[in-house]
């Protein structure tokens, strides 16, 4: 096992986009190819792809369906692919699994519905990701609209048992903004769970990438790259290739 450079593919009306704090409104379209874009960051030496269906998050099922499973039949051998937005059901679970996808994100449901992680990661052992993403300490839902009355370690703690891969933690306040990860709070999350972090929001340069490696043995899993990646402040190439020299040779 060893840190992971995930790059995201925010799909919104069929297009790549990225927002700013989660607001549908202020919205930032880079591409209308997402198979192009997908074998972009493949090319460029992403270890893992993050496809979310905006509009599914939002309207609570997924929306974008065509534009995944296009990803994940041509790119789900060539690396891992993590999948989120609208996911609320097991026909859904059970549907991107199939498809090719490695791992599936659950975020409101895990929530709203933490029987259904539970039944998810019973099913689907080792594939369920849990999407924790917080505003001011709490967890928000449905797409970020709504918030929760649960504090991060309220909904860990509930989770810790379940079988869950990993928790994608996201700081809403700096997502979008490249104003830096809140690594604080992500190894603060990392220290109250047995459970993998997968740190999110704010990433604003490469420097940041490195110092999260190095707390790889303290339960961060790896980062999202988003909007710092798509206007090239970060270069994953770059990136990818340094991260490998400082693995070392016998590490996979």
């Not at 974008?64 to 859904?92: A, D, F, Y």
């Not at 490695?102 to 099913?123: D, H, L, M, Q």
């Not at 869950?164 to 690594?183: A, E, F, P, W």
Request: glycine share 10%.
């Amino acid at each position: 096992m060893s840190f992971n450079l995930i790059a995201a593919i925010d799909i919104k009306n069929g297009e790549c986009v990225r927002l700013r704090q989660g607001e549908a409104e202020q919205v930032t379209v880079y591409s209308d190819n997402v198979l192009q874009t997908a074998q972009k960051w493949i090319d460029n030496g992403t270890d893992r792809l993050h496809l979310v269906d905006l509009d599914g998050a939002f309207q609570g099922a997924q929306k974008n369906s065509k534009n995944i499973k296009n990803v994940l039949e041509h790119c789900g051998k060539k690396v891992p692919i993590q999948v989120g937005g609208g996911v609320r059901s097991m026909k859904t679970v059970d549907e991107l699994v199939s498809q090719g996808a490695s791992f599936v994100v659950i975020g409101t449901a895990a929530i709203e519905n933490p029987e259904f992680v539970k039944e998810a990661c019973r099913s689907f052992e080792g594939r369920i990701i849990v999407s924790m993403d917080a505003r001011n300490g709490k967890v928000a839902t449905r797409g970020w609209k709504n918030n929760s009355n649960q504090t991060m370690t309220e909904a860990v703690k509930r989770i810790e048992d379940y079988g869950v891969s990993s928790i994608l933690y996201t700081d809403i306040s700096r997502d979008g903004m490249q104003v830096g990860i809140n690594l604080e709070s992500t190894l603060a999350l990392a220290s109250i769970t047995k459970i993998p972090v997968i740190a999110s929001g704010g990433l604003s340069s490469e420097n940041e990438i490195f110092e999260l490696s190095e707390n790889f043995s303290k339960g961060i899993q790896g980062v999202i790259l988003g909007k710092a990646l798509y206007e090239g402040k970060i270069r994953l190439s770059h990136v990818s290739k340094k991260l490998q020299r400082l693995r070392g040779p016998n590490v996979n």
